[in-house]
């Protein structure tokens, strides 16, 4: 029996029943072959399809990461535009207090200017009154000291 297994054609009688017998190993290795083969290329695909999976899960993970980047960004982006819009109204409420205290300061101004105004015209008016009554008062002692001199040389 251990002849037949190192040379199975060995004592067989005729040469179709030894082709028929390479023929059925032929077969039985491509079998096998074919069986390897599709083995192989069941784990190709297989590797395959999780490597799809893990790109399409990788791929579903970024793009929730950028959405969540986005919304942030956006949310980041909406307080910076509502901080400036405060400021600005708060810039803005400031130059109308600063222009209506500047209009306040102003019309004091005007006012006392005014006044000084009145009291200067007022002053130069008393000036003036006491001038012409000092005039009149230096005329009128010139006319009477006129006279006296005139009565004392004679005329």
Known sequence: MEKALLNPLKGLETEDQAAMLLAQRELRQLRDTIQALRTELENVQASRAEA?????????????????????????????ESAKAEAVQAAVAAGHDEARQLHGT??????????????????????????QDEL???????????EQLEKHHGR
Do not use: F, M, P
Not at 106 to 124: G, K, T, Y
Not at 136 to 146: C, D, E, S, Y
């Open 136 to 146: 009149r008062q230096l005329r009128g002692t010139v006319a009477g000291l006129r």
């Open 52 to 80: 799809v999976q893990a790109a399409v899960t990788n791929a579903q993970d970024e793009a929730r990461q950028l959405r969540t980047t986005a919304a942030s960004l956006r949310d980041e982006l909406q307080a910076l």
């Open 106 to 131: 102003i019309q004091l101004l005007r006012d006392e200017l005014e006044r000084l105004r009145q009291e200067n015209a007022e002053h130069l008016e008393k000036q003036a009154r006491a001038h």
